[in-house]
């Protein structure tokens, strides 16, 4: 692999550098890495683990009709049915 050399890097943009570096135990040079993958959404070697695992882009999507729906089926499938836990 190539080697890259950066020069004249924003003090800000170090400390957070360092600080990712601390936070999960790795070189500076990986969490370099990390970083710019991260920014590219390039993965490296967990390129079957998506970027995001969670929901935060759907938060806020649904209209006000849409969530009422949804808070019915839910309502309805928490629904306990007694003959069952006798």
Request: glycine content about 4%.
């Amino acid at each position: 692999m190539k080697a890259v050399t950066l020069r004249n890097l924003p003090p800000e943009l170090v400390r957070i550098i360092h600080r990712k570096a601390t936070e999960k135990r790795a070189s500076v040079n990986k969490a370099v890495i990390s970083l710019l993958e991260e920014s590219v959404g390039v993965r490296g070697k967990k390129k079957n683990k998506p970027l995001h695992h969670d929901l935060d882009a759907l938060a806020g999507a649904w209209t006000k009709k849409e969530a009422a729906a949804f808070d019915r089926a839910l309502a309805r499938q928490r629904a306990i049915e007694p003959d069952i836990w006798k």
